[in-house]
């Protein structure tokens, strides 16, 4: 373990951006090419070919230079908590493989619970990651809707045409079919259409359909739109539609000293998403999902004789869960609070929500820079100005490349209304302006030398 942590510790020291601009061909034949029957049989050889087909290309999120996906650097403490978690190896299902680990899960739900605004009431259970948190928020509207009367076939999910694509995923998985998805148009700030959710809802029930759930958005993959929550709400109540709220990304708002305001009416969906591992800074995996009424997870209990029985006489973890064996990803966040607090970790929010703002107003009055939208939570979505759509086919995706293959930036990419874009993802607290408008002026300089190349 000692040698271990120093090789990283060396690693991280000889970093110099976030990645070795390694092909796709070249990362996999170094890999296949081992023999895995043909053990190296010393812990500093294997950490050395660990290093080269994997740390010395992997890419590294702490670097201010890192700007492409919702991955973000992790709070030291929930760093050591994986040590524990790793080391005993316990599972979160039932109390005699966990014990005390069953109440700290809990109480970090209960807490969660009451960041929220849910009553006493509320339960919830931690999950690999907001994909199935949000499966399973819709797996117990489905079975609510079903034990009230309604029949499969009717059951309809409303979503934003911006929201996450795991509702699709969630609808196939659930039997329903993605064509139980209707999808309703954004308004100006990308955020779910109030007037055009009421329509779809009326269309709905006017068809004779059930209208399941409304899936709202509190931080969306592109633009980090926060849905009109309260009104959403209201619309919600009057059908008998299931609120869901994924704040897989926005979820840290709830500890944020500055914005939890943003997420007013929250306290009233049924399941909520959190992922900590996303704007709470904690390691993969951790996510939960939060309910008003805890009742509602008995939808997925199922007893087993050799595992959690009726007459179990302790508490049980797998009766709220989809999953049977679970890591005890709740003591990262644990360590990070009893360490750290969480005004510390909304800290961290207020400066990436912040520091989007900031580069925002910068990269607006530059008339180099197209912006597809002013920046709401932390991400940027924009272009180098003055492309059509078959350059920006042709440029846009080029630019990407160079940028990894030289190893000082990396920026995602989306579509919006059918248009190719740039994204810049921010979840570095330690990045500042100058760091990000850094990797901006890389875009440009790229994009003017492939323009330049092309033109010659």
């Known amino acids: 373990m000692r040698q271990g942590i120093d090789h990283l510790a060396a690693t991280l020291t000889a970093v110099r951006g976030p990645s070795a601009g390694v092909s796709p061909e070249a990362a996999a034949k170094a890999v296949v090419d081992v023999d895995l029957d043909r053990p190296l049989g010393d812990v500093g050889d294997a950490l050395a070919e660990m290093s080269r087909l994997w740390l010395d290309d992997t890419v590294w999120f702490h670097e201010p230079g890192y700007a492409a996906h919702l991955n973000c650097p992790v709070a030291i403490p929930a760093l050591l908590a994986e040590v524990f978690v790793s080391a005993v190896n316990p599972s979160l299902d039932t109390f005699d493989q966990s014990v005390g680990g069953t109440f700290v899960e809990r109480h970090i739900v209960d807490w969660t619970a009451g960041r929220i605004g849910f009553g006493p009431g509320a339960d919830g259970i931690f999950?690999?990651?907001?994909?199935?948190?949000?499966?399973?928020?819709?797996?117990?509207?489905?079975?609510?809707?079903?034990?009230?009367?309604?029949?499969?076939a009717d059951l309809r999910i409303v979503a934003s045409a911006d929201g996450h694509f795991s509702v699709q995923k969630a609808a196939r998985l659930l039997g329903l079919g993605e064509g139980a998805v209707v999808t309703v148009a954004t308004d100006g700030d990308r955020r779910m259409d109030v007037g055009a959710l009421g329509r779809a809802l009326a269309t709905v029930a006017d068809a004779g359909h059930h209208p399941m759930a409304v899936v709202a958005t509190a931080g969306t993959t592109d633009f980090g739109a926060i849905d009109p929550l309260p009104e959403i709400a209201a619309l919600c109540e009057g059908y008998g539609a299931w609120l869901h709220v994924d704040a897989a990304y926005g979820g840290g708002l709830l500890v944020s000293p500055t914005h939890r305001h943003r997420l007013h009416g929250i306290d009233r969906a049924d399941s909520v998403t959190v992922d900590f591992h996303k704007t709470w800074f904690q390691p993969v995996s951790a996510s939960a999902l939060v309910v008003r009424d805890g009742r509602h997870l008995g939808h997925v209990t199922w007893h087993a004789d050799y595992l959690n029985p009726h007459d179990a006489a302790h508490p049980n973890q797998v009766d709220k869960s989809i999953q049977t064996t679970r890591r005890f990803d709740a003591l990262k966040l644990w360590m990070t609070l009893r360490v750290m607090g969480p005004d510390a970790i909304g800290g961290y929010v207020d400066h990436v929500v912040a520091l989007a703002a900031e580069v925002g107003a910068v990269l607006g009055a530059n008339p180099d820079v197209e912006l597809a939208a002013t920046p709401q939570l932390s991400t940027i979505v924009f272009r180098p100005a003055g492309l059509d759509e078959a350059q920006a086919d042709a440029l846009l995706p080029r630019i990407r490349a160079t940028l990894y293959e030289r190893g000082r930036a990396m920026v995602a990419a989306t579509r919006v209304d059918g248009r190719r874009w740039l994204k810049l993802t921010l979840l570095n607290p330690l990045a500042t302006t100058d760091d990000v408008l850094a990797v901006t002026g890389e875009v440009l300089d790229v994009a003017a030398e492939l323009r330049q190349a092309v033109a010659r």
């Open 127 to 152: 999950t690999s990651g907001g994909t199935q948190s949000n499966l399973q928020g819709l797996l117990l509207a489905r079975d609510h809707a079903l034990a009230a009367g309604a029949r499969s």
